[in-house]
């Protein structure tokens, strides 16, 4: 085989290897799911289970607390989704088609707020909620899920508005339209599916979020399905390990769903802006 081949077979390799230790974990939660309580104690020892059963799913989808936290978890996370792609369009849009002094520094200091982990405004950022009156609030979590999720988005859109014709927008300023209608009426319509996966990506990223809902939001009702797992796995023992390992699959599912479902658009709007020109 070529020098080629060989890159490609060490790529696929190593590949499989990182998809076998991510599936593990995923695979092994799946196989305590499907338990019954008895076999909980077989542990390793069995990693298919002898009599597999679904009951564990049907006790947490009768339970109405867990739909509640499904609810909550859906609401927060595409709220947050709305606003981070809100705040992101006007300042994609400048940065696609705006010639300013700074520009590049600006959208890497954008991108660098995306690496502070939320860990480290935790203790301000609950002192600020206290003060303003908003713990307790989902607007609290909604807002900082949006400003988190906006760096993301403003270098996805960024991408995207890239990728639609500036000629367009020259030929409706020509017409007489301005900079805001030629936005709203040519440029975003064109760049839908950017939009989309913006929303996508940024809701999934606030799905998984666990300690911004856990710090500001102290009532149970209140909690999304993350803070509700968590403290459930608190409380739980060894005959209720399998109830736990069925609410994580149902926690999880919906955004591997997703991105499994929608990765082709998240990919072509990410390369959208790559082959301009």
Do not use: H
């Not at 070529?2 to 799946?30: C, E, H, K, S």
């Not at 405004?121 to 909604?142: E, F, H, K, Q, T």
């Amino acid at each position: 085989m070529t020098v080629a081949r060989w890159g490609d077979v060490a790529t696929y390799a190593v590949l499989a290897v990182l998809g076998a230790f991510f599936a593990l974990p995923f695979l092994w939660l799946i196989s305590l799911a499907v338990r019954t309580p008895a076999e909980v104690y077989l542990g390793a020892s069995r990693f298919i289970p002898q009599v597999p059963t679904l009951d564990n799913f049907r006790l947490i989808l009768s339970d109405p607390a867990f739909l509640i936290y499904l609810w909550n978890g859906l609401k927060l996370s595409a709220s947050g989704g709305l606003v981070a792609v809100a705040l992101a369009i006007p300042a994609a849009y400048a940065a696609s088609r705006l010639n300013f002094r700074g520009k590049q520094a600006i959208l890497v200091g954008i991108l660098a707020v995306q690496m502070i982990s939320p860990l480290v405004i935790l203790l301000p950022l609950y002192r600020w909620m206290v003060a303003l009156g908003l713990l307790n609030s989902d607007l609290a979590v909604i807002a900082v899920y949006g400003a988190l999720g906006m760096p993301l988005a403003v270098w996805l859109l960024k991408v995207t508005f890239d990728g639609v014709p500036i000629e367009l927008e020259e030929a409706a300023a020509i017409d007489g339209a301005s900079r805001f209608t030629t936005l709203w009426r040519i440029t975003l319509p064109l760049a839908r599916p950017g939009i989309a996966s913006a929303f996508i990506l940024a809701m999934v990223m606030n799905w998984s979020q666990f300690l911004i809902p856990f710090i500001l939001l102290e009532r149970d009702g209140d909690w999304p399905i993350s803070v509700a797992i968590f403290n459930f796995a608190g409380a739980t023992n060894a005959s209720t390990t399998q109830v736990l390992a069925a609410a994580c699959i149902i926690a999880v599912l919906p955004a591997v769903m997703v991105f499994v479902a929608l990765q082709r658009m998240i990919v072509s709007a990410l390369m959208a802006g790559a082959v301009k020109g």
